[in-house]
């Protein structure tokens, strides 16, 4: 069951930005750690980032460091990913992801439905 | 980063067959201070998000049938499915987060 709800996909040029948003019930994203992962189109999964409860703890895939930001607003019950200087290699879907430990990353037992991003000219 | 190298590619198993999967990490992702290895498997259907069968490497989530099974320690690790049903025909992924997450190429199993 998917309880995790997100948004914010489409299509962009390469060099654009986009921020993608995920919603989760307050009981699962209140004390709950966070991740975004990625999928390419007919490829493996990539982890991209992890933010802790009270978003002191932020880590990032080389990948996307120093372009992808991570942030939640837990009033919201809201995770956001923006995605600044997207490239083509970016297509992907992405979902956020529920992670089962606190403090520390592990594995993720909760996912968002998936939202495509198309990066393209 | 930790290297996760699943094998086979892909595998044809007659229903109500075992099948096997490996997960072969470039390094040890045991935690002696933990007591535990550090290591999931996930199962992907078409157009659908994965979802978590086995955490810790041999703990099997809530809800997950019991002919899923993990085992392995340090470096090599199996999923098994001890009796293939239709509805088990998917990707399967190992992922590990001894270090910065990361997932295996994946398993595709089919009915044979």
């Known amino acids: 069951e998917v309880q995790l709800v997100q948004s914010g996909g489409g299509l962009i040029q390469p060099g654009g930005s986009l921020r993608l948003s995920c919603v989760a019930p307050g009981f699962i994203f209140s004390g709950s750690d966070f991740n975004w992962i990625r999928q390419a189109p007919g490829k493996g999964l990539e982890w991209l980032s992890y933010?802790?409860?009270?978003?002191?703890?932020?880590h990032y895939a080389d990948s996307v460091k120093g372009r992808f930001t991570v942030s939640r607003d837990n009033a919201k019950s809201s995770l956001y990913l923006q995605m600044n200087s997207l490239r083509a290699e970016d297509t992907a879907v992405y979902y956020c992801a529920r992670d089962i430990c606190s403090g520390r990353r592990c594995y993720y037992d909760r996912w968002g439905q998936g939202t495509l991003v198309t990066v393209s000219s | 980063d930790i290297v996760l190298t699943q094998s086979p590619d892909s595998l044809a198993v007659s229903l109500g067959e075992r099948a096997t999967i490996n997960c072969k990490s470039s390094q040890n992702i045991f935690y002696s201070s933990d007591n535990d290895n550090y290591l999931a498997w996930y199962q992907q259907k078409p157009g659908q998000p994965p979802k978590l069968l086995i955490s810790w490497a041999s703990t099997r989530e809530s809800g997950v049938p019991d002919r899923f099974s993990g085992s392995g320690s340090g470096t090599d690790f199996t999923l098994t499915i001890s009796s293939l049903q239709a509805e088990d025909v998917a990707v399967y992924y190992c992922q590990q987060s001894y270090g910065s997450p990361t997932f295996g190429q994946g398993t595709k199993v089919e009915v044979k």
């Open positions: 933010i802790n409860v009270r978003s002191e703890t932020i």
